[in-house]
């Protein structure tokens, strides 16, 4: 099909229904929760399942996606970029352009309204950047919900202007000061608080991972990424793409954009993780790269793990990536082969930040820098008619601090 | 029979409840737990709960979260939370060990080879916090194969569906999570506990035990008039962390402590039995 070798295999989606009743995807996912949280995730499993096909439901989020968040998002031509990269054509799925700036807030929409139709008043979510808990803290506030959001101690300094906009907003933001202070600590810190108000609370998890339902029911919200996509390029461009990129920390853009393309068995899928200061040095946060599965936050999955089964640290330059776990379905789609997981630097991500702030005025997300940076090694092995479609996830202003700081500018 | 099934059905020859304590092995450091778990059964605890530390304690309160952190600190691995338990074997042949934790450290060694290392050092009983029945088959034959009990919990969310679903998987004892919460929270209703553990019993002939929320000797006493078992945890863990400056002295405190509430419990279930021979 083109230069570069495809490694597409066949689609394990064709004809099967993943996750499986109990939530798995093959040996990946599942439910590893203490017992006080199964019935409550079995409530959310029967009333996700209710609601998904309910069209009044539907109707509510549609109107939402269109009228709050300002969908369908562009897929944009970024023919000045393709040229200078010399090979595919580059085409982004403009998420940046969302309410909110990223495309956390698909899923906290589609989550509150369910969570609006349990009779749930109170919110809690975990957050990393704090994309996802101003996400949460936005819907919460449209919605007149309490909201309650978990951040790590070390991330609540590095991203001091989220969380004054989640308190603008409403929300109540705790610090979490135990273990590594990150995400992986507000997501345990998340559901301890869930465990003790099951009654009136719901919790918003941000990305594909988690215990079942989560891993489907947030892919499911984030998918109008692809499904948007791939009906724009048939527009566009009159045919499939050859190839999809995004970013991976859980993995929710990279399973919104590929979801609607599993059985296409020509679009080849790349995942990118972050690599940080390089997979050689141990300081990164790629477990689909360089880690092995295990059980953490709910399911199974790959994991940065040491050889006694505990959880270590991860670094990368962005927060949104900095995450020791992934959702199970690209475990899935690793081990499946339909999917290819890759990973890129600290350094890669913030020249592909420079590219394409310079080349195509677009300010992308670190997060995004990551999958962008793959595409710089990807289209130029492609032949020009070829097409690459890359999810641009979210916008960058937020991140120009990290980028000032790590160049020694002061602000 | 087990040591687990021997040991309930003494108590109840003699018309005892059991005493069940938790400490975090290695928690403030390692060479303190074998003589912390030889002290807890000198202060009359018939079964100890040993905590294997995890980097993420999802439902542990901060008590027993810090606890995991300071044994990580020392890099106390499953392996090592296993060699204690040899250690104390060499002591003490009687008393069961029932080892308390997450998931994660389990998979990494794998199960079978886990359950061998378990029965070689002298474990009991495993209680794995995060792993619902659902998910429990591969570890539960590992554990049995080597006449290890799995233990399971019950919570008051569970349907009696899953009450059945949970006896059915798990021997030795089941352990009912008295609140809804994590480890160290709030007080427990005692009366709601009873109304639940009846429930239970009409399900299982098991042992039941129950656990969070008992945090002196006076909770520890009401809960052993309903209960078949008394789980104790963040309360002491406290007392371990607060001697964590002097881990010599932990020993005894920890002995006063669980004195206290073998003695309030002795008591309960002594009245209990008087009020009933009175035909009350």
Redesign the interface.
Request: glycine share 8%; proline share 8%.
């Given at each position: 099909m083109s230069k570069q070798t495809s490694q597409t295999a066949a689609a394990p989606y064709a004809g099967q229904l993943l996750p499986d009743a109990?939530g798995h995807f093959g040996p990946y996912g599942?439910?590893?929760?203490?017992?006080?949280?199964?019935?409550?995730l079995e409530e959310l499993r029967l009333a996700y399942e209710r609601f998904r096909g309910d069209a009044a439901f539907l109707q509510e989020l549609d109107d939402d996606l269109r009228q709050y968040v300002g969908r369908p998002s562009p897929l944009y031509h970024a023919a000045r970029w393709s040229a200078r990269l010399g090979g595919a054509q580059v085409w982004l799925k403009r998420e940046d352009l969302n309410h909110t700036g990223a495309h956390k807030i698909n899923n906290t929409i589609g989550q509150a309204l369910l969570a609006r139709r349990m009779g749930k008043t109170r919110i809690i979510a975990e957050t990393g950047a704090g994309q996802h808990g101003v996400a949460t803290a936005t819907v919460a506030a449209r919605l007149g919900l309490e909201c309650v959001v978990y951040m790590g101690a070390v991330d609540i300094e590095r991203q001091a202007a989220n969380v004054f906009r989640m308190k603008l907003l409403g929300a109540t933001v705790v610090p979490v000061t135990?273990?590594s202070k990150t995400l992986?600590?507000a997501l345990?810190e998340a559901?301890?608080d869930w465990?003790?108000?099951?009654?009136n609370t719901f919790y918003i998890i941000g990305t594909v991972a988690g215990p079942h339902p989560y891993p489907a029911m947030v892919r499911d919200f984030q998918a109008i990424i692809g499904r948007e996509a791939r009906e724009q390029i048939l527009r566009q461009a009159g045919r499939l793409p050859d190839a999809l990129v995004a970013c991976v920390g859980g993995g929710s853009n990279a399973i919104g954009l590929f979801y609607p393309f599993l059985n296409d068995d020509g679009v080849v899928l790349y995942g990118v993780e972050a690599a940080g200061a390089g997979l050689e040095s141990g300081q990164h946060a790629a477990p689909l790269c360089a880690g092995?599965?295990?059980?953490?936050?709910?399911n199974r999955t790959y994991?940065m793990?040491d050889?006694?089964?505990?959880?270590?640290e991860t670094h990368s330059i962005s927060a949104g990536l900095d995450y020791p776990g992934v959702g199970p379905e690209h475990a899935w789609l690793k081990d499946s082969g339909r999917a290819n997981y890759v990973a890129i630097t600290d350094d890669e991500a913030l020249q592909a930040f420079h590219d394409l702030t310079r080349i195509e005025g677009i300010i992308p997300a670190l997060e995004s820098s990551h999958a962008l940076a793959y595409v710089t090694k990807l289209a130029p092995r492609l032949d020009r008619d070829k097409i690459v479609i890359v999810n641009l996830s979210g916008r960058g202003d937020k991140d120009i601090h990290t980028v000032a700081t790590r160049e020694g500018i002061r602000l | 029979m087990s040591r687990i099934g021997q040991c309930f059905a003494q108590l109840r020859a003699q018309g005892r409840k059991a005493l069940i304590p938790y400490v975090t092995a290695g928690d403030p450091q390692p060479d303190v737990t074998v003589p912390l778990l030889h002290a807890m059964v000198a202060a009359g605890a018939d079964i100890v709960e040993l905590g294997v530390p995890?980097?993420?304690?999802?439902?542990?309160?901060?008590v027993i979260?810090?606890a995991s952190?300071r044994a990580?600190a020392h890099?106390v691995?499953?392996?090592d939370v296993l060699g204690m338990v040899r250690e104390f074997r060499r002591r003490d042949d009687v008393t069961p060990v029932v080892l308390m934790g997450?998931?994660?450290?389990?998979?990494?060694?794998g199960y079978e080879e886990f359950a061998q290392a378990a029965q070689a050092a002298g474990v009991d009983g495993v209680l794995t916090?995060?792993?619902?029945p659902?998910?429990a088959a591969g570890l539960v034959d590992a554990l049995r194969s080597r006449q290890l009990d799995p233990i399971?919990?019950?919570?008051?969310?569970?349907?009696l569906e899953?009450i059945e679903r949970?006896c059915a998987n798990a021997s030795g004892f089941v352990y009912y999570?008295s609140l809804?919460?994590?480890t160290g929270?709030a007080t427990l209703d005692v009366a709601s506990v009873a109304a639940r553990l009846a429930q239970i019993r009409e399900v299982t002939s098991l042992p039941v035990g129950v656990g969070f929320g008992i945090r002196d000797a006076e909770s520890a006493a009401r809960v052993a008039a309903i209960a078949d078992a008394v789980v104790v945890g963040s309360a002491l863990v406290k007392t371990v962390e607060a001697g964590a400056g002097r881990p010599q002295e932990i020993a005894g405190h920890l002995r006063l402590q669980l004195g206290e509430m073998r003695a309030a419990m002795d008591n309960a279930v002594a009245d209990a039995v008087t009020h009933r021979l009175r035909g009350n």
């Open positions: 109990s599942g439910r590893f929760v203490a017992e006080t949280l199964m019935a409550p135990s273990g992986k600590d345990n559901m301890r465990v003790t108000n099951i009654d092995r599965p295990g059980v953490l936050h709910g994991l793990e050889d006694d089964g505990q959880i270590i | 995890f980097s993420d304690p999802m439902a542990d309160g901060p979260q810090r952190e990580l890099h691995s499953l392996r997450y998931l994660n450290p389990v998979e990494m060694m916090v995060d792993l619902p659902e998910e399971f919990l019950i919570a008051p969310t569970s349907t899953r949970i999570v809804k919460g994590v929270a």
